[in-house]
Nanobody, 122 residues
């Protein structure tokens, strides 16, 4: 059982930066795969970036070179550093825990935070 709480969203001008944080409760964060999603009004929820329990990362093409996902297991926190922001990045950003590994098995879960609004506008 996990609770996720995002923070760090806000209004920023094009070209600016924001750093989102997602704090997780519970004891399984260090063995979990984490992701950031975003959803703009009228659009499908989109997977933006993932980081595995081993530290491997992946990004949707539209944010490669601009966004960086990272994690701090000591703080049970995953981050999304967003640089060179564009108006197209405007969305509610959600933190997600999709799976964890324990006892030789992978357990698929679907924990979500409440979301944090990111608005990129001049």
């Amino acid at each position: 059982q996990v609770q996720l709480v995002e923070s760090g969203g806000g209004l920023v001008q094009p070209g600016g930066s924001l750093r989102l944080s997602c704090a997780a409760s519970g004891s399984i964060f260090s063995i979990a795969d984490m992701g950031w999603y975003r959803q703009a009004p009228g659009k499908q929820r989109e997977l933006v970036a993932t980081v595995t329990s081993g530290g491997s990362t992946n990004y949707v093409d539209s944010v490669k070179g601009r966004f960086t996902i990272s994690r701090d297991n000591a703080e049970n926190t995953v981050y999304l550093q967003m640089n060179s922001l564009k108006p197209e990045d405007t969305a509610v950003y959600f933190c997600n825990m999709g799976s964890f590994r324990r006892g030789g098995s992978t357990w698929y879960v679907d924990y979500w935070g409440q979301g944090t609004q990111v608005t990129v506008s001049s």
